[in-house]
């Protein structure tokens, strides 16, 4: 030990210099994370699968897109974790369908909302139409995404949206993004037309799982002649006299064919055929969620034709029941 040291100055230039360490630690730690912070990518959550694809194609790789709404999921009932919760409320950018669609989870996008997070209904933005029957008579419908020119519209609403909340993207690629998309939804509205031409007029009749194709029906001339759960929700459920007069309804057009969700069970479906006198066939569609990867409907653009397919084959008037009303 040198001279003039004594063993209380040794222990405190020790505390010293380790409280200089543990500053620089700190230090160190708050620069790096606000270096993490400035390199974050902008983010946009999406709620449902459908509006998760249309939102991608107009991103592009500008920023990260988080879907919430898993593949096969019922957009009525499906619900977020709390990670995904959280994330809704740390986005830029949140797109929704809106019009009481995702009734899981608007309680989430509302507190985004009240912490000051740019959010968009893309339903309430597209000139909506509502229910005509059934329990949600009047109550607006949703489900804008079974009419093609409606999507066009759609996209054109998230690439201004982007452009004008999520920072750092390139407003030109955004817009070209867009446009892109746009004219390919713009084909598809034209093929659907030439596919439903083909169906004569007096066969264009719809009984559905539950009401989900009133904007189809609309832009293309279907009739809805009812449904099996009459309601705009799957949450619901129809009575013993529901299907009876539904059953009435299907005898007296002369239906060929209910049209059930492939992601829901057909077994209401099931039960009103056998409950009808006449023969009718049960027709998977692709209605309100995508598919996984390589399962028929994995995109938007997909899974509208393989409904288009599914719809004119099943109201085909080769089919040996089938007769015009």
């Known amino acids: 030990m040198s001279a003039g040291s004594t063993?209380?100055?040794?222990?405190?230039?020790?505390?010293?210099?380790?409280?200089?360490?543990?500053?620089?630690?700190?230090?160190?730690?708050?620069?790096?994370?606000?270096?993490?912070?400035?390199?974050?990518?902008?983010?946009?959550?999406?709620?449902?699968?459908?509006?998760?694809?249309?939102?991608?194609n107009v991103v592009g790789d500008e920023a990260e897109v988080t879907v919430l709404m898993q593949a096969d999921a019922d957009p009525h009932s499906f619900g977020v974790s709390?990670?995904?919760a959280a994330s809704i409320e740390q986005a830029d950018l949140v797109v929704h369908n809106g019009?009481?669609?995702?009734?899981?989870v608007l309680r989430h996008v509302r507190a985004a909302e009240e912490a000051g997070v740019p959010t968009l209904a893309v339903?309430?933005?597209?000139?909506?139409?509502?229910?005509?029957?059934?329990?949600?008579?009047?109550?607006?419908?949703?489900?804008f995404w079974t009419d093609p020119e409606r999507v066009r519209r759609a996209v054109a609403l998230i690439a201004d949206h982007v452009v004008e909340h999520v920072r750092g993207v390139d407003k030109a690629a955004v817009g070209k993004n867009a446009s892109a998309y746009g004219a390919k939804v713009t084909e598809l509205t034209s093929w659907m037309r030439q596919q439903f031409d083909a169906i004569p007029a007096g066969q264009r009749r719809l009984v559905t799982n539950h009401h989900v194709f009133g904007y189809l029906a609309q832009r293309f001339g279907f009739r809805i002649v009812g449904a099996v759960i009459p309601?705009?929700?799957?949450?619901?459920?129809p009575s013993a006299s529901d299907l009876t007069s539904l059953a009435?309804?299907?005898?007296?057009?002369?239906?060929?064919?209910?049209?059930?969700?492939?992601s829901q069970p057909d077994r209401l479906a099931q039960?009103?055929?056998?409950e009808s006198d006449v023969e009718v066939d049960v027709v998977p569609l692709f209605s309100e969620s995508l598919t996984a990867k390589g399962k028929g409907a994995d995109t938007y653009l997909r899974m509208m034709r393989a409904n288009t397919r599914a719809i004119s084959t099943g109201l085909s008037t080769e089919q040996p029941h089938c007769r015009p009303a």
């Not at 019009?99 to 899981?104: A, F, M």
């Not at 909506?128 to 008579?137: C, V």
């Not at 309601?231 to 459920?237: E, H, R």
């Not at 009435?248 to 492939?262: K, P």
């Open 99 to 104: 019009l009481g669609l995702e009734e899981n």
């Open 7 to 56: 063993p209380g100055r040794l222990r405190r230039r020790l505390r010293a210099r380790l409280l200089a360490a543990a500053l620089a630690g700190v230090l160190l730690v708050g620069v790096s994370g606000c270096t993490e912070g400035e390199q974050r990518r902008p983010s946009v959550v999406v709620t449902t699968n459908i509006l998760g694809d249309l939102t991608r």
């Open 123 to 143: 339903g309430e933005s597209v000139d909506p139409i509502s229910y005509a029957a059934g329990a949600s008579a009047d109550e607006p419908d949703p489900h």
């Open 82 to 84: 709390a990670p995904q």
């Open 271 to 274: 039960v009103l055929k056998r």
């Open 231 to 237: 309601s705009g929700t799957t949450l619901a459920s």
């Open 248 to 262: 009435t309804a299907i005898e007296a057009a002369g239906v060929c064919a209910i049209f059930a969700d492939s």
